[in-house]
Nanobody, 121 residues
Framework: QVQLVESGGGLVQPGGSLRLSCAAS????????MGWYRQPPGKERELVAT???????NYADSVKGRFTIARDNAKNTVYLQMNSLKPEDTAVYYC???????????????WGQGTQVTVSS
């Protein structure tokens, strides 16, 4: 059974920083693309950033230059460093990973439980 466990959310003032972590555990044959998505209050879930197994990154325009995604393959972990946070960054942040659990299984997407990030003075 594969699990994604997020940590690092919380309350921060505008202009502040937070670092989110997401660790994948369980049966993992291959760990492929990983990413972060967010769902602001009353809105749909949206892409924040993704990173491939080869460390190619992609960012939403709204976070470019402020957020950095990185991964540690030895720890099956993806990070999101968030700087210069704005009130509009307030959302529940979800980790996503494309994982092949065993040699005999197909790849599929897994999601974390979500972590709240609130940017407010």
């Amino acid at each position: 059974q594969v699990q994604l466990v997020e940590s690092g959310g919380g309350l921060v003032q505008p202009g502040g920083s937070l670092r989110l972590s997401c660790a994948a555990s369980g049966s993992i044959f291959s760990l492929n693309d990983m990413g972060w998505y967010r769902q602001p209050p009353g809105k749909e879930r949206e892409l924040v950033a993704t990173i491939t197994s080869g460390d190619t990154t992609n960012y939403a325009d709204s976070v470019k230059g402020r957020f950095t995604i990185a991964r540690d393959n030895a720890k099956n972990t993806v990070y999101l460093q968030m700087n210069s946070l704005k009130p509009e960054d307030t959302a529940v942040y979800y980790c996503n990973a494309n994982i092949q659990a065993t040699f005999f299984r197909n790849r599929r997407d897994y999601w974390g439980q979500g972590t709240q990030v609130t940017v407010s003075s």
